[in-house]
C-alpha cells in the first residue's frame, strides 16, 4: 500500500517538528505541506480523479502511522479524510435511491479532484453546549437566491484559517430537526475567532468558526436536505472509527517514547519498568487490531449491524487504551519525562484527549451496552447519540 509507506516515511520528520507546534500552539504548516506534496491529500479520492482510492483499511493505516509521528497532525487529516473518504465512498445507486440529483455527482467529482490536487477540507460540526450532537445545532440554513445562507458559530473546528473548505453541519431555519451538510468554501463570510489554548492536541488550530454566509445550491452535499442524521448511523465509521485509527497510533507512540526514554535513562533492567512496558505493548497491540477488524468489516460490508458494533468498539477501545498507556508510560519514564518539551508529555497530554471526541467514550459503551441487550442503540437511547 503506497500511502501507508508513504506516511511511515513522513513520520520521522513530523515527529521532530512536533514539540514545537505543540509549545507554539500553531498550526503545523511544514507538515502539512509534506502531506500534499505527497499526494496523501488524495489518498481517499478514486483513482478516475486523480487520487489514490484507498480503501477505509488503508486510511487507518495511514492515520495509525502519521499519528505515531504528530497526533494533532494526524488528527487534523483524519478530518479531512473524513470528508473526502464519505464523499468517495457513497456509491453512485445508493446516492440516486435517496434522491441525489445529476448535479451532485458533479459536484462530488470536483471537490475530489481539488483534493487530489492539495485542497484541504476541515470538518465544522461541534457547537458550544452542543458538542457533536448533530440534534442539538443552533447553527442555521435558509434558502436564499438559488442557494443557501448559513448563519452560526462552531467550535473545535480542526485548521480553522488553514482549510480550503469546510463540511459544516447545520439545521433548517424552519424545521431543527432537519439537518444537512454544506461544503463551504473559505473566504467571504467566515471568520475564525482564534479560541483554541488546550491541554491536548494543542497544534490542531481548533478555533471558532462563525458563519454568515451565502452558499450555492451545488455546496450541499448529497443534494438532498436532511440527510446528516442518516449519514452519521448508516456510515459511523468516519464520525467514529476514524478518530480510533489516529488515537492506536498515539497509543503506540507513546510506547515508543517510553521504550527510548527508558533506555536513555538506564532504567530499562528495572523488573517494573519492563512490567508497564509489557502491558502498555500488549494494549497498543489490542487497539491496533480491533481497529483494523473494524476497517475490514467497514470494507467488507458497510452499514452492517455487526461492522457498526464494531466501529464502536473500535473508538471506545482506542480513546481508553491511549489514555491508559500513556499515562503508564509516564510513570515508568518518571519525573524527568513530564517537563515540558519531553515527546512523552506531549503524547500524555494528546492521548488524554482521545476518550472526549465525539463519539466519547461513555457514548461509546452505552451503545454497545444497549445492542449487548439486543436493544436499539438509536431508538432506544434516551438521548439521541448525534
Known amino acids: 500500500m503506497t500511502g501507508v509507506r508513504t506516511a511511515r516515511a513522513l513520520a520521522p520528520s513530523l515527529a521532530e517538528r512536533a514539540a514545537g507546534y505543540d509549545a507554539a500552539g500553531s498550526f503545523p504548516v511544514a507538515d502539512f505541506a509534506e502531506l500534499r506534496e505527497s499526494g496523501l491529500l488524495g489518498l481517499m479520492v ?51 435511491t435517496l434522491g441525489a440529483p445529476e448535479w451532485f455527482f458533479q459536484a462530488r467529482d470536483r471537490i475530489l479532484g481539488d483534493a487530489a490536487k492539495g485542497a484541504l477540507y476541515a470538518v465544522a460540526m461541534s457547537e458550544r453546549g452542543a458538542g457533536s ?10 434558502p436564499e437566491a438559488g442557494g443557501y445562507r448559513i448563519t452560526g458559530r462552531k467550535a473545535f473546528v ?7 473548505g469546510y463540511l459544516v453541519a447545520a439545521c433548517a431555519a424552519d424545521d431543527p430537526g432537519k439537518v444537512s451538510q454544506f461544503l463551504v468554501p473559505a473566504g467571504d463570510g467566515l471568520t475564525v475567532q482564534p479560541s483554541w489554548d488546550a491541554l491536548g492536541m494543542r497544534a490542531t488550530a481548533s478555533h471558532d468558526l462563525h458563519l454568515d454566509v451565502a452558499v450555492s445550491r451545488e455546496a450541499l452535499l448529497g443534494g438532498l436536505e436532511g440527510l446528516a442524521l442518516l449519514v452519521a448511523q448508516v456510515m459511523p465509521q468516519w464520525l467514529v472509527a476514524s478518530y480510533a485509527a489516529v488515537y492506536a497510533g498515539i497509543a503506540q507512540a507513546a510506547v515508543d517514547a517510553a521504550v527510548s526514554h527508558v533506555t536513555g535513562r538506564g532504567v530499562s533492567e528495572l523488573p517494573s519498568v519492563r512490567a508497564r512496558l509489557g502491558r502498555a505493548d500488549a494494549d497498543a497491540a489490542t487497539a491496533r487490531l480491533v481497529v483494523l477488524e473494524a476497517a475490514r468489516r467497514v470494507d467488507a460490508a458497510p452499514g452492517d449491524p455487526e461492522t457498526n458494533r464494531w466501529v464502536w468498539r473500535a473508538k471506545l477501545l482506542a480513546g481508553d487504551i491511549a489514555m491508559r498507556v500513556a499515562g503508564s508510560m509516564l510513570e515508568a519514564a518518571g519525573t524527568s519525562a513530564t517537563r515540558r518539551g519531553n515527546p512523552l508529555e506531549r503524547i500524555y497530554r494528546d492521548a488524554r484527549c482521545g476518550a472526549l471526541q465525539p463519539a466519547t467514550s461513555d457514548v461509546c459503551a452505552d451503545w454497545l451496552g444497549v445492542a449487548a441487550l439486543g436493544g436499539d442503540p438509536y431508538g432506544d437511547a434516551a438521548a439521541p447519540r448525534w
Do not use: C, K
Not at 479531512?80 to 457513497?90: D, E, F, W
Not at 450532537?133 to 435558509?142: A, D, M
Not at 480542526?158 to 480550503?164: F, Q, T
Open 133 to 142: 450532537r448533530l440534534s442539538q445545532l443552533s447553527t442555521v440554513y435558509e
Open 46 to 96: 478514486p483513482e478516475r480523479l486523480g487520487g489514490a482510492g484507498a480503501s477505509f483499511a488503508e486510511y487507518v493505516e495511514v492515520a495509525w502511522e502519521l499519528a505515531r509521528g504528530a497526533g494533532a497532525t494526524a488528527l487534523v487529516y483524519n478530518m479531512h479524510a473524513s470528508v473526502t473518504g464519505a464523499l468517495a465512498q457513497i456509491p453512485d445507486d445508493l446516492a440516486r
Open 158 to 164: 480542526s485548521g480553522a484559517g488553514h482549510a480550503d
